[in-house]
Nanobody, 125 residues
Framework: QVHLAESGGGLVETGGSLRLSCAASGSTFDDLTMGWFRQAPGKEREFVAA????????YSADSVKGRFAISRTNDKNTVELRMNNLKPEDTAKYFCMADPIVIPTATRAAAYDYWGQGTQVTVSS
C-alpha cells in the first residue's frame, strides 16, 4: 500500500507560478512512477506529468511542456511539480498518483493504482 500526501496549490493570477508536492509513504516497492493528473469540473481526469523515481525518466503532456517541470527527491520519496506561466485553463483539482509497474509515458488514469486526495489550483484571468 502506498499513501500519497499532497501539498501546495491555491489561487494565482494568470502568468503566475505555483508548486505542488507529493510525498509517498508506506511503499515496499523497489521503484515507483509518480506524478500528477488534473481534473476540471465536468471533464475527465487528464494526465499532466510523471517521473520514475529510480532514474528520473519523465514525461509530460504537450499542454504543459515548457511551463511545468516535474522533479523528484528520492531520500524524501517526494515528487514536485513546478508550474509557471499559469493559464486559466490550468484551473483544476490536481491529483498525485503512483504505481510500481507503469512507466511515465502511461497517460491513462486507470493505469495508476495509488492516488492522493487532490489539491485545488485556480488561475484567475
Amino acid at each position: 500500500q502506498v499513501h500519497l500526501a499532497e501539498s501546495g496549490g491555491g489561487l494565482v493570477e494568470t502568468g503566475g507560478s505555483l508548486r505542488l508536492s507529493c510525498a509517498a509513504s508506506g511503499s515496499t516497492f523497489d521503484d515507483l512512477t509518480m506524478g500528477w493528473f488534473r481534473q476540471a469540473p465536468g471533464k475527465e481526469r487528464e494526465f499532466v506529468a510523471a517521473i520514475r523515481m529510480s532514474d528520473g525518466y519523465q514525461y509530460s503532456a504537450d499542454s504543459v511542456k515548457g511551463r511545468f517541470a516535474i522533479s523528484r527527491t528520492n531520500d524524501k520519496n517526494t515528487v514536485e511539480l513546478r508550474m509557471n506561466n499559469l493559464k486559466p485553463e490550468d484551473t483544476a483539482k490536481y491529483f498525485c498518483m503512483a504505481d510500481p509497474i507503469v512507466i511515465p509515458t502511461a497517460t491513462r488514469a486507470a493505469a495508476y493504482d495509488y492516488w492522493g486526495q487532490g489539491t485545488q489550483v485556480t488561475v484567475s484571468s
